[in-house]
């Protein structure tokens, strides 16, 4: 799908298998070509043919990729990321933070028990350039990409602003309403949609589990994030008040039924974004 003249969004869909049932997601990658070509994100393992297949249709070869930026590390960010490199011979950019998970996924695999966590990331792959707040990649005289430092999801969390297109691309920075709450820390990833709401003239949100968003829908979004945060954060509270002794899957189990999510949503990395709000349970009012 082509966003700009320049800004091309690449849809893959995938499943995610848990122990209660499957879960059928997408996750978005990027494409923005100047006189060099950079790809944003790689998807989940065997996404390098959707992406491929896309890049042939507008005219491009594989081994146009100069550069692969990772928003951060989790599987369906970094799956392919080792075939799309050995293709394309990119060099690939990250945060600093992120940078231990993504050369060595068996230690991801080991901290962060994602469901299936082989079937979706092929391998570790070596980053090649450290990204941090506040750095602009120039892709030509016409397009360059500034680095926005966006932790909370993941420590080491990047969004990508755009600024001659008014385009920002946020990863899974901005959490959609009723979709899956991950994230490590909330009160961080609430300063983070703060930040990025507070950037002005964004004409177009791109990020990694919705479809792009245009117009006055992109501050909304961002509302509407920080008010499903606030939301999780209460029914954490209430539910854990109500059974403060339950185990972690239970406890995710009965928040997410008081949200009106899905019981087969469960699963260990929510579990663990629930028990990041009883850090702060103290805090009912996270504004």
């Not at 297949?53 to 550069?67: Q, T």
Request: proline residues 5%; hydrophobic residues 40%.
């Amino acid at each position: 799908m082509q966003i700009r003249k320049q800004i091309h969004a690449i849809k893959i869909p995938f499943q995610v298998k848990t122990e209660l049932g499957v879960l059928d997601r997408f996750v978005y990658s990027y494409l923005i070509h100047g006189e060099n070509v950079c790809l944003i994100d790689s998807g989940v393992v065997s996404s390098e043919g959707v992406i491929f297949d896309y890049m042939e249709k507008i005219g491009l070869k594989p081994e146009d990729i100069s550069l692969m930026i990772l928003t951060h590390s989790h599987p369906d960010h970094i799956g392919s990321a080792k075939s799309i490199k050995a293709k394309s011979g990119c060099k690939i950019a990250a945060h600093s933070g992120e940078i231990p998970w993504i050369e060595d996924v068996e230690l991801q695999a080991k901290e962060r028990p994602v469901p299936n966590f082989h079937l979706l990331v092929e391998g570790s792959v070596d980053v090649d350039k450290i990204l941090e707040d506040g750095d602009v990649l120039d892709l030509d005289e016409n397009i360059s990409l500034k680095i926005i430092h966006t932790p909370g999801h993941s420590k080491g969390s990047i969004s990508i602003l755009i600024e001659e297109e008014g385009v920002i691309i946020t990863g899974d920075v901005i959490p959609l309403k009723g979709d899956l709450p991950i994230y490590e820390d909330i009160e961080t990833s609430i300063n983070s949609i703060k930040k990025l709401k507070s950037i002005p003239k964004i004409e177009t949100l791109l990020a990694s589990w919705d479809d792009p968003q245009e117009g006055d829908n992109v501050y909304i979004i961002m509302d509407d994030a920080l008010d499903y945060l606030q939301n999780i954060h209460e029914s954490v509270i209430k539910i854990n008040k109500m059974n403060p002794s339950l185990e972690p899957m239970e406890f995710c189990k009965m928040v997410l039924k008081d949200l009106g999510m899905p019981e087969v949503a469960a699963n260990p990395i929510v579990a663990q974004s629930f028990q990041a709000n009883l850090n702060v349970r103290e805090d009912q009012d996270l504004f």
